[in-house]
């Protein structure tokens, strides 16, 4: 029998309950497969572990033997080209999914579709897990064309796409026609939207708001809670791995999908990340660039899954100094940015050695800039930092997924191009 993301979720929903106590064994089965399928069939393990699988001892846990392999990224696993990534390089009708590039540098990720029903089964359960039902509508603003996503291949339910490159106000008809219940999207982007309505007098109610692809800052909460009417909830996820974690229903940290996913912290690396199900293109201890602490305790929401707490997103996003020496300061440069009142958008931008550009959506109070001038110099030891007001939202640099990153480098972008 086909299966089907409703059997997904079905499997999901009761996992949770089931894995309470079998969580570890669970993963230890899973990773049992998947680090045979990297030992034996995709070169790039191969050459890079140096491991003969049938020379393992069969007394060792493979969660203990994990921690111990080499860590990986995306530009390491790039410069092995793609066919040394796979373990089955003739697999009809993979599905394929590229990084959004929000750092300079895009990459592909393939798996098997069944593995893409198990992703949406994990979507959905977060979506569940915060009181969205089958017959609720969703708005998800992203990089399409709009209209009502007719496919039924999930049995749940139907989809308004918002195509975040169309005006605030033509964004503002589609929704008011289609009448979604709950929204979906990047933060900045369902920030731009919620002050347009504001601006223009116009009221919308949502029964529930999902931010994601970057970091929902305090300031962003109070805005959408306060247009909307209702608290946004966090999802970590990447395209890599697909929905990572989400946000506690006690606003606790974010529940990590344990299930799919084995996170560790490295006090380096920061967050890595083993994709228990893909053994087409095998993920293991994979630094997705991000960094936040693991919480193991009981949670007050009874949710047996480990928690993330202290999310930061691109944290080792790194400066350029004059120099020329990198340091990752950039989540701290951009912290203290959410204390600036009446400013709702704000970017910063490198296009010199020790020099950033502070790109804000309204002019700060008197001195707020000046006082963030000098604190950043003094702080971090730049030589330059200027202010620039947008005009429009298009003043803004967004990647080609649709992201627009608190930090922006020039620099890397024009190395990454060149």
Known sequence: MRASASAFLLQYYLSRKRLQ??????????????????????????????INPNQ????????DIVKTLPIIDKNLM???????LLSRTTKPNLHQVTTGGSTGEAFQVSMTQLHRKR???????????????????????????????????????????????????????????????????????????????????????????????????????????????????NVYDSWEFGNIAWECPMRDGLHINSDSLLLERHPDKGILITDLYNDVMPLIRYAIGDDADIDNTACPCANPYPRLSSLQGKALECVVMADRSERA???????????????????????????????????????AFEEYKAWVLDTFKLTSVSLRIASSKDDFIVTAAGKRPLFYSKLKHQKSAN
């Open 119 to 233: 992703r949406v089964a994990v979507l959905y359960r977060t979506y569940f897990a915060h009181d969205v039902r089958p017959w609720h509508k969703l708005a998800i603003f992203q990089n399409t064309p709009p209209g009502i996503d007719n496919s039924s291949w999930t049995g749940y339910p139907k989809s308004a796409f918002v195509d975040i490159t169309a005006d605030t106000s033509t964004q503002w008809g589609f929704v008011r026609e289609s009448r979604p219940q709950i929204l979906i999207g990047i933060p900045s982007i369902l920030c731009d939207f919620a002050n347009y309505l504001s601006l223009n007098g116009h009221h919308y109610r949502a029964k529930a708001i999902f931010c994601n692809s970057e970091m929902l800052m305090p300031k962003q909460r109070k805005t959408l809670k306060k247009i909307f009417g209702v608290e946004p909830i």
């Open 78 to 84: 790039r410069a092995a080209g793609y066919e040394r």
């Open 56 to 63: 393992l001892d069969p007394e060792l846990r493979m969660i």
């Open 21 to 50: 106590h079998r969580l570890a064994e669970h993963q230890q089965h899973r990773l049992n497969h998947i680090l045979r399928i990297a030992l034996e069939q995709v070169p790039f393990y191969k050459e890079l572990y140096g």
């Open 329 to 367: 300061i950039a989540a701290q440069l951009c912290e203290n940015l959410r204390f600036f009142k009446g400013v709702d958008a704000y970017q910063l931008v490198q296009t010199e050695p020790g020099a950033i550009e502070l790109l804000l959506n309204h002019t700060p109070e008197t001195g």
